[in-house]
């Protein structure tokens, strides 16, 4: 057997590679992951971590002005960005040091240096070469812009979380979850926004219900949603920038923040010298248990473009695991996985779309829901909570479920066991649900609404 100086050897601390490179030190692997950027990856750095905490931030003026009607007298509030942002990066690099701790503590070698793959079981850090029986890529995605004139003004998500200043005013171009997110985050905290989306309605490929409410709901708070609409050139005449959009007109800002899109990070990794088999966005080509076109390279998370989840790069750095030193060859299971945006308000999702659910020849029954939520009885707030169930009439097994509302996130992840389990539509409506809660909802839809 040919001597290796480790048996694994991951490139890439994000969710993934530290759940795989853990996992298999913990089933008896020698196991080294190289890193020449931050521990934690994404999430932890400029993703789900820092995004949520910014997300937190954004609902205390609603909360303060809602204050009043609960009898609570403040003065006015006023926001510290620079505390804010200091406090967030506080929590990241205790996070980074979380990471390298559980790591170290796994036996895990971390390598801070860039790794390049010279062939199927070598590794150069830095220049200099380590073998490995098995290498696991898990280097994430990175935002990208467009190229057009100009384009060299906008920033991504990674330069939002570090801005120097609160923008006054701020365009966001983009309708996946960086770009809803982001509009109700500067927007929460006091930017003027505008959000562009090419297409006709944003969050494409979520249940058409989530999408129609969150779009109203965004427009009732005062974001300037413009659908149809894109930049074809940025000037920047002193601090200001100026955007020309498609119909010609013009609309003057301090930021424009791209979230169009992610692309694998593998460019300089070697991987097609290495052999590997790559697809035409950069992304490695894997099999159900990850493995590349080369036996003894896998890939995890967001290069290899499945399902651009933390807790789905999680389960598939478990499942390499699994597979490669614990004897339990393990494919990720992408059934019924749960999903959250966290907008303003929340959107959450798992199991089927109605429209997806009729495109699969489901006989489908739909229970459908909207309230104004109970806290806003007394505020008087503009604001409602959206809820619905997609049913197979034949089985009664409930397919999907979606929801726009206050913790939407916390509530969809309970039904996802649900789903997961096969429930019924009559096994929700036999559960007796918690009062007063908007989750409770849920288990009380005896109408069908189509």
């Known amino acids: 057997m040919p001597d290796y100086d480790y048996d694994l050897l ?61 009898g609570w007298t403040a003065s006015a509030p006023r926001l510290d960005w620079a505390k804010l942002i200091a406090n967030k990066n506080q929590e990241i690099t205790r996070l980074n040091n979380v990471y390298r701790k559980i790591l170290g503590e796994a036996g895990v070698e971390i390598l801070d240096r860039h790794a390049e793959i010279l062939d199927p079981h070598t590794v150069a850090l830095d220049g200099k070469k380590m073998t ?95 659908f149809g609409a894109d930049i074809t050139q940025i000037e920047k005449r002193g601090n200001t920038l100026h955007a020309t959009l498609t119909d010609g007109s013009v609309i003057e800002t301090d930021h424009i923040l791209y979230a169009t899109g992610r692309v694998p990070k593998t460019l300089d990794l070697g991987l097609e010298k290495a052999g590997v088999r790559m697809k035409p966005s950069g992304a490695v080509a894997v099999d159900e248990y990850s493995k590349s076109s080369v036996d003894s390279i896998y ?50 999702t798992v199991g089927l779309t109605e ?17 104004k939520p109970l806290r806003h009885t007394l505020t008087g707030r503009d604001e409602r909570t959206m809820m619905k169930l997609v049913v197979d009439r034949v089985t009664d097994r409930v397919l999907g479920c979606h929801m726009v509302g206050p913790d939407a996130g916390e509530i969809i992840q309970g039904l996802a066991i649900a789903l997961n389990c096969g429930a019924t539509k009559t096994q929700f409506d036999d559960t007796i649900g918690i009062h007063p809660t908007a989750a409770e909802e849920f288990v009380t839809m005896r109408t069908r609404t189509a």
């Open 299 to 348: 890939a995890v998370g967001d290069c290899t473009d499945r399902m651009m989840l933390t807790p789905v790069a999680i389960a598939e750095g478990m499942a390499v695991a699994n597979t490669l030193f614990n004897d339990k060859p393990t494919r990720p299971g992408y059934l019924n996985v749960p999903t959250a945006v966290f907008s303003t308000p929340n959107c959450a």
């Open 10 to 70: 991951t490139i890439g601390a994000g969710s993934g590679g530290v759940r795989a490179s853990r996992m298999s030190a913990f089933f008896g692997a020698k196991v080294a992951v190289a890193e020449d950027l931050y521990l934690g990856g994404t999430c932890v750095n400029v993703g789900c971590i820092p995004k949520k905490l910014l997300v937190y931030a954004s609902h205390y003026r609603d909360d303060f002005a809602d204050a009043a009607s609960y």
């Open 132 to 226: 490995a029986k098995y290498i696991l890529v898990a280097v994430g995605s990175w935002p990208v812009v467009p190229k057009f004139p100009g384009s060299q003004y906008a920033i991504t998500s990674n330069e939002a979380f570090y801005l120097p200043s609160l923008p006054k005013r701020v365009i966001i171009v983009g309708g996946g979850y960086i770009g809803v997110e982001f509009a109700g985050i500067f927007h929460g905290l006091g930017a003027q926004t505008v959000q562009l989306y090419r297409g006709e309605l944003f969050l494409r490929g979520f249940d058409d219900d989530i999408r129609i409410t969150l779009a109203g709901e965004m427009h009732k708070r005062g974001i300037d949603l413009r």
């Open 355 to 371: 429209e997806q659910a009729r495109q699969a020849n489901f006989q489908v029954d739909i229970y459908k829901t909207s309230f």
